[in-house]
């Protein structure tokens, strides 16, 4: 099973899962980075006002309370500032009066009640409460602010009226069990009362809720009651999903606009309206210079003014996304001049779904382009996608006023070229493990290494360095062969067998196998890694391979003539090592005289004896501790007219031979057969031939060469060279 390929297949349901992650977000990570990138749009491009100061704050300022007096002021102060603002479309208060006065007469005769005097004049006096009331009255256009609570009980009158289209709104808006209200003459007095919720903001206002759900009674907001009032409405008219001309599906996805007269305001589907804050600050005049001679009644004939504070001991500072501590009032200002001039936010429910498709289709796009054209193909699609995305919603809310998403979508791309990156990379390493493990049983772990690190080596071409072959074959293979005849399938695994043991021995000491050719393994060291000891381990190596075929032999109960034996030959010299073939199709091999010369060598291991015959480059700079050199003969190989000197060599940690006199009469023995002694050389054959076990094929084959020879007359510069006839 390809579970690579299977990994690959689920990133497209992974891909998918994530870009409907926003429908759910249980953390509000993408309200919240949708929030953000709102205010970000807000201050880059604010609205612009047409309104031309038809709202006005009247603003309880420091200095109001300085030369009016600490808050609250009597009521008889308020009274004056209504009868000032006597031609006003509407007076808007963004405050609660829902105790009585307490410098009112009504107050006093109550904590003078023991003063009968005092009570007498009092009773003379108009209370303050009722002189703001009929002030209230005969402006006619005055409304009252009231703030929802689940711990008040207060009765609401209604003094609008109120059209429900499509489902129920009460379903959508946030729920109050009760409502703070003013008093009761003073509400009783008003044209208008209305909400002053800030909604479910966090700390920055966005936008506000225009209706309530107070017990089951719809209280709209401040500014829409003050609206109301200023251009003397008496209904409104509340669209909800399922309405006439609203396509909702059946589905109840919520409130979808208010009406007020000519006034139509797009809501979210909780009743709220998003707020675009406007480059010009809200015309705000202190309430003392309202009071003073230097404004007339003239002065707001037709304006809509709404009565808020400023004064940081109040506690009406709120955050908007253009700004810091901004009075209350100064966002209901902005609200309702923003409803008065028809420039309205707009994110009607079918964006959302709009955003989610986005994020889907950018999500499947990156997926697929990492696929084909690895990280970068995707990381152009997130760069492009989302290029795209963010612009393009500035460029719908610069010019549309629609609120556009450019956060989520960007953030699904982002987890997604993450995720689907990093399980490609790991799919890929995985598939490269998998490919590294089967080119391992074909050649050097160390070369599959440097081609899995860098591609620089796949190409044709070679160079030249010293390095140490090593050749093995199966002694004996035709006869062994003739025995498995009817049955090929045996002989196979004896081989592979062979040929496993074997490999294993010469990769634990860091050689490359270059090639097997049929019972034969043809290795080498100092490539592709340089290796300052590779004529070491390449004679190491043929140890370990000696100890594991007897090891085998044991394990396959093979004993005397079915004893399974192989002659190695090395040889050390430079070569060309690389890339040889065709464009199509190369291997990773050597090319050089050294190397026919160890293949060579191999060959003569039987003639001569020796399980392993080195040539005269390997046994340079071996240590004289850990391993004993015995010079064998010289030799022209068959096909070289150049003379060789061959060697064999013995590990002394584990072997017997460690005889140093031996030795030095067996150089003596070369010299005398070189000379054409052949009495003396045959004195130390006759003395060592049975003695010295290793040998006796050895000096038995000299025996018989020095017969043949002591028959010739050999010339006077004869060197001892033997010229081989075969392989």
């Not at 799919?427 to 440097?450: D, G, I, W």
């Not at 340079?620 to 061959?646: F, M, N, R």
Request: hydrophobic letters at 40%.
């Amino acid at each position: 099973m390809n579970f690579s390929k299977i990994g690959r297949y689920l990133l497209i349901p992974f891909a998918v899962f994530v870009s409907f992650v926003p429908i759910f977000d249980p953390l509000n990570v993408f309200s919240s980075l949708r929030n953000t990138a709102f205010d970000l749009f807000q201050n880059i491009s604010p609205r612009e006002s047409i309104s031309s100061d038809a709202v006005i704050v009247l603003d309880i300022d420091e200095k109001s309370l300085s030369q009016i007096g600490q808050w609250p002021w009597p009521r008889s102060v308020l009274a004056d500032l209504v009868n000032k603002t006597y031609l006003s479309a509407s007076l808007g208060f963004d405050i609660v009066f829902a105790e009585f006065d307490r410098t009112g007469s009504n107050e006093l005769k109550k904590q003078y009640q023991s003063n009968s005097s005092l009570i007498e004049i009092l009773n003379k006096v108009p209370d303050n409460d009722d002189i703001f009331a009929n002030s209230i009255k005969d402006h006619g256009t005055v409304v009252l602010g009231a703030i929802p609570s689940n711990t008040k009980r207060n009765d609401f009158v209604m003094k609008f009226g109120l059209i429900e289209q499509g489902d129920d709104p009460r379903k959508f808006l946030q729920k109050y069990s009760g409502i703070q209200t003013n008093l009761k003459n003073l509400d009783d007095s008003a044209t208008g009362i209305g909400s002053m919720s800030i909604g479910n903001n966090d700390s920055i206002i966005r936008r506000l809720p225009l209706f309530e759900n107070i017990n089951g009674n719809l209280v709209p907001s401040l500014s829409l009651e003050i609206l109301r009032v200023a251009i003397g409405a008496s209904t409104f008219q509340i669209k909800s999903s399922n309405a006439s001309g609203e396509s909702a599906l059946g589905e109840e996805t919520g409130i979808n606009h208010v009406k007020l007269g000519n006034l139509i305001i797009p809501t979210n589907e909780d009743g709220s309206a998003w707020i675009h804050y406007s480059n010009k600050p809200v015309k705000t005049i202190p309430i003392w210079e309202v009071l003073s001679p230097k404004y007339s009644q003239a002065d707001f004939e037709g304006k809509i003014l709404i009565v808020g504070t400023s004064a940081p001991g109040l506690f009406d500072l709120r955050s908007t996304p253009l700004e810091n501590n901004v009075p209350g009032v100064n966002i209901i200002a902005n609200l309702t001049d923003q409803i008065l001039s028809g420039q309205f936010l707009k994110r009607p429910d079918w964006i959302f779904g709009m955003e989610v498709i986005t994020g889907l289709f950018l999500a499947l796009l990156i997926t697929f382009f990492i696929q084909f054209l690895g990280p970068i193909g995707g990381l152009f699609v997130f760069v492009l996608g989302n290029g795209i995305s963010s612009f393009g919603s500035f460029y719908i809310f610069n010019s549309y006023s629609y609120l556009v998403d450019p956060v989520s979508p960007l953030v699904i791309c982002l987890i997604c070229y993450l995720v689907v990156t990093f399980f490609n990379f790991l799919f890929t390493e995985l598939e490269r493990s998998k490919v590294r493990n089967a080119f391992s049983q074909y050649m050097s772990p160390v070369m599959v290494e440097k081609l899995a690190q860098s591609s620089e080596s796949l190409k044709l071409g070679g160079e030249r360095k010293e390095m140490t072959f090593l050749f093995s074959d199966i002694r004996g293979f035709t006869s062994i062969s003739e025995k498995y005849k009817g049955d090929p399938e045996a002989l196979t695994d004896l081989i592979n067998n062979l040929l496993t043991v074997l490999s294993n021995e010469i990769l634990n000491n860091q050689g490359t196998i270059d090639k097997y050719m049929g019972d034969c393994i043809m290795a080498f060291w100092n490539a592709p890694s340089e290796d300052p000891e590779h004529r070491e381990k390449s004679i190491d190596a043929a140890f370990a391979m000696s100890k594991a075929l007897e090891q085998l032999n044991k394990d396959l109960n093979r004993y005397d003539e079915d004893k399974l034996s192989v002659g190695i030959g090395i040889n050390t010299g430079e070569c060309i090592v690389g890339n040889m073939g065709s464009d199509k199709r190369f291997d990773y091999t050597v090319l050089g005289d050294a190397v026919n010369l160890a293949s060579r060598l191999e060959g003569q291991s039987g003639n001569y004896g020796m399980q392993i015959i080195l040539g005269e480059g390997s046994i340079q700079g071996l240590s004289e501790d850990k391993y004993s050199v015995c010079e064998l003969d010289l030799i022209a190989v068959k096909g070289k007219s150049e003379p060789v000197t061959i060697y064999t060599v013995f590990n002394k940690e584990d072997s017997a031979f460690t005889d140093e006199r031996f030795l030095l009469e067996h150089q003596d023995f070369l010299k005398n057969y070189r000379s054409q002694n052949w009495l003396k050389a045959k004195e130390h054959i006759d003395k060592y031939r049975f003695s010295k076990t290793e040998f006796t094929l050895y000096y038995s084959l000299f025996s018989e060469r020095i017969d043949e020879l002591s028959k010739q007359t050999l010339p006077n510069d004869w060197s001892g060279v033997f010229i081989a006839k075969t392989k």
